[in-house]
């Protein structure tokens, strides 16, 4: 009798296990993503209580996270509106069900994993508090019951008292021991870096009034801000401003801005930056922003179009070039966002689509870069002519702005091209001379000339070249 | 115009304090085993008092700038000292501890990113039981009014990088601590067998605010027993606890003299020391047992300057 007829084929259990929530998902995102996570949980809590003020420059002006962290607990508590009961099939499942209709307009929240993957990164015990209108429950996670494969069903219990506003605190303890040493002994180094990722992930909620604190700290929001010269157009045809692209499609609003931030850089600074790191931050690069919260901040890859279809791989010369990409849906699965909701999906139809877009506006300022490269004192005067403008003002400046619809490219949608400015001749009237010489030749040198052995070497070339030139002429 | 390097007083007495750290580290392993690297300026002043002190300690220092290099020739203290005449950060580059200890003391007069880079890169390098002592410039008025460019600087080790830098000189020198501390952390993080454990640090002025910090890099096992080993370390901070001041008054030789047979005293030197002087050294009386105090805190390492005619 051979084998196949002696096993008796049954229908194999494809049922999941708790550990591939515990332990494999929680691999896929970093910690400070984690927490995220949860503070997205607290914005997608305010929109849908739809008590924002849409009409006024801060919508989320009033409402507040504040996160803590030691060595033995995490806790993140918010004024946010907390979870409707009628919405804990979502908030506590592991995953979403099929066939659920969208959470609410603005949300990000697409996969219902954010919160527990949060959690499970962090502990393996979990007391959350949430009221909403008339519901107010408490669920708690417990260490047995991760470890209870059969066990699906996860405890709530009504409120013991009411809390001042609705919201949600969520306490993470019993840490595992790599998170305990992070929030712990490395903890002044987990905070900064946290802080940063909150004020430039969130800059866009926390400029409309969000409030974000890390045990006790204020987080500033530290926004991108373009050069955007204000005077008439006619006055001057040629002029520092973003390039500007807008669309609605596949039931996404996208809007795109693209330009300086800052003089492009001297030859001089290009070689000292790379000689030795001046700045620990660089705004140089792309934010892409999904329904307010920043996915990708200040990329500088491929996966933005740098060293893409004719546009130059990131080198420190575009340093004053950064682009900001806003997608918005009411449907968040729409966004072009990974799971992990601090990543672009790069194959994203959405996103291919104005990758290109990117692309073009990009290249207009590479282009401006490499034909000002040697006179970047001439192009400093155009672009501090301009005033540095958050994306929010530039969006309103741009009722003014004229804009031309592209109707045959793709994606189609409308776009304002500025002319920038360009040397008259396409040749630099100056011509940069470099020359090395032995070091106490240009010593001699210089105390002939200046009675300075240690003048600067390029002021005594310089000095040199003059001389000759007064003979010459 | 700023005092000479080595006539300046708080300077010194950083100087001599780390000497004596490096005392406290013969507790951890045997000091003829160590090397110490410095960018020892152009008098080598603390390769000096490295070698008065502990002739079995190999002494390198590394010089960029190709005059100060001569100079450092003309004023090498012993014939142990290996001059290098070379840009630090090539240096880190090739250097290779071989398991041996080293005491690094990055002397730096600036206050730059790359610094820290510098710092953090030797952490990760060093052998067990190494001792780095770091010395940046703290001076809050270089950011007063440019708290962008701080920011824009240090963002990445900022304790709150939300915040503006402050403008007080011991507030400024605890922030640039807490970026060492942050540097520290980033280098070698919480997973990774070794640890930096601070054991002292300053802040002073010799006209330019300064911040210095020594710490011992050491497997995260030992760390009881380098905090043991540091503990009786005169203003030992094991903790990360805020930088003690160095600020000491100008007293005359004789004026020394006098007051010394009262030291050392346990408690109310600054009170006790003026009275013995029986007048105020400066404005006022508050000022005057500050300082005073200073000088019975710091006085076996407060140098004499004299003047001498050749």
């Given amino acids: 009798m051979s084998k196949a007829e002696q096993t008796q084929y049954t229908p194999v259990d494809a049922s999941p296990v708790k550990s591939f929530f515990v332990h494999m998902l929680t691999r896929d995102i970093k910690l400070e993503e984690a927490i995220l996570d949860l503070l997205d949980n607290c914005v997608d809590g305010i929109l849908r209580s739809k008590r924002t003020n849409n009409n006024t420059k801060k919508p989320y002006s009033g409402f507040w996270a504040e996160i803590e962290f030691k060595s033995d607990s995490f806790s993140i508590s918010d004024n946010c509106g907390g979870i409707p009961w009628s919405l804990h099939d979502y908030a506590f499942r592991m995953g979403r069900a099929s066939g ?10 697409v996969y219902g994993i954010g919160m527990k993957r949060a959690i499970f990164k962090m502990g393996k015990h979990c007391l959350i508090q949430t009221q909403n209108r008339s519901d107010a429950y408490d669920v708690e996670i417990k260490p047995g019951w991760i470890a209870d494969e059969k066990e699906w069903h996860i405890p ?22 790599g998170i305990s040493n992070r929030f712990g002994e490395d903890g002044k180094a987990f905070k900064s870096d946290l802080e940063t990722m909150v004020a430039t992930h969130y800059a866009f909620i926390i400029d409309k009034g969000f409030e974000v604190k890390i045990n006790r700290d204020t987080v500033k929001p530290r926004p991108t801000r373009l050069i955007f010269d204000k005077r008439p157009r006619g006055a001057k045809k040629e002029i520092i401003r973003p390039f500007i692209f807008k669309t609605k499609t596949h039931g996404v609003e996208v809007f795109l801005a693209v330009g300086f931030t800052r003089p492009i850089p001297s030859e001089d600074e290009i070689a000292r ?26 990329d500088r890859s491929e996966l933005t179009g740098w060293g893409e279809a004719g546009v130059p791989r990131y080198h420190t010369q575009f340093i004053a070039v950064s682009g900001i990409v806003e997608f918005r849906s009411d449907d968040a699965s729409k966004l ?13 139809q959405l996103y291919l689509q104005i990758k290109n877009k990117m692309r073009e506006g990009m290249s207009i300022f590479t282009d401006y870069t490499n034909k000002w490269k040697g006179r970047a004192d001439e192009s400093r005067k155009q672009i501090e002519a301009g005033t540095p403008l958050s994306f929010e003002q530039i969006k309103l400046e741009t009722a003014r702005l004229p804009f031309n619809t592209t109707k045959k490219s793709v994606p189609a949608g409308e776009q304002y091209r500025p002319a920038l400015p360009m040397p008259r001749r396409l040749e630099p009237r100056n011509r940069r001379i470099s020359f090395t010489k032995d070091i106490d030749d240009v010593k001699r040198v210089a105390e002939y000339l200046f009675e300075d052995a240690d003048k600067d070497p390029s002021a005594v070339g310089e000095e040199c070249f003059d001389l000759i030139l007064k003979d010459a002429k | ?13 950083d100087r001599l304090s780390f000497i004596e750290a490096i005392r406290f580290l013969g507790q951890l392993a045997s000091l003829s085993g160590y090397t110490y690297y410095c960018l020892g300026g152009p008098y080598l002043e603390d390769c000096r008092l490295l070698y008065e002190f502990y002739p079995e300690i190999k002494m390198v220092s590394v010089e960029r700038r190709e005059e100060v290099y001569k100079r450092q020739i003309f004023h090498l203290p012993c014939g142990i000292v290996d001059l290098r005449h070379g840009e630090f950060k090539s240096f880190i580059a090739q250097y290779d501890p071989k398991d041996r200890g080293s005491i690094f003391w990055l002397d730096y007069t600036d206050l730059e990113f790359g610094n820290f880079e510098a710092f953090m890169a030797l952490l990760a390098k060093v052998a067990a039981n190494s001792m780095i002592k770091i010395t940046l410039r703290a001076e809050p008025r270089d950011y007063l009014k440019r708290p962008d460019l701080f920011r824009e600087k240090f963002q ?24 060492t501390q942050i540097a520290s952390q980033k280098a070698l993080p919480s997973e990774l067998p070794h640890m930096f454990q601070p054991v002292q640090s300053f802040y002073y002025s010799d006209s330019t605010n300064m911040f210095s910090l020594t710490g011992v890099v050491c497997p995260r096992t030992a760390q009881d027993r380098v905090e043991r080993a540091f503990k009786d370390l005169q203003f030992a901070n094991l903790d990360w606890r805020r930088p003690k001041n160095i600020d000491l008054p100008i007293l005359t030789t004789k004026e020394r003299l006098h007051i010394q047979r009262l030291l050392p005293c346990n ?4 009170r006790i020391l003026r009275e013995a002087l029986g007048y105020l050294t400066e404005d006022d009386r508050q000022t005057t047992e500050m300082k005073l105090q200073q000088y019975a805190d710091f006085h076996r390492h407060f140098p004499y300057f004299m003047k001498a005619t050749p």
């Fill in chain 1, 100 to 109: 659920r209709s969208p959470d609410g307009p603005g949300t990000v929240g």
């Fill in chain 1, 156 to 177: 709530v219990r009504a409120a013991k008292q009411r809390m001042q506003q609705d919201g949600t605190t969520l306490v993470v303890g019993d840490l595992e021991p």
């Fill in chain 1, 273 to 298: 930056e790379q000689e030795e790191k001046k700045y620990s931050s660089l705004d140089a690069g792309w934010t892409i922003v999904c329904n307010d919260r920043a996915v990708l901040y200040c």
């Fill in chain 2, 1 to 13: 115009m700023p005092p000479a390097y080595h006539l300046r007083l708080n300077k010194a007495v």
């Fill in chain 2, 267 to 270: 408690t109310g030197a600054g």
């Fill in chain 1, 336 to 348: 072009p966002t990974t799971t992990t909701k601090r990543g672009i999906d790069a194959s994203s």
């Fill in chain 2, 156 to 179: 990445a080790l900022m304790p709150n990088p939300s915040a503006n830098p402050p403008a007080t000189s011991d507030a400024f020198a605890d922030l640039v601590q807490q970026m």
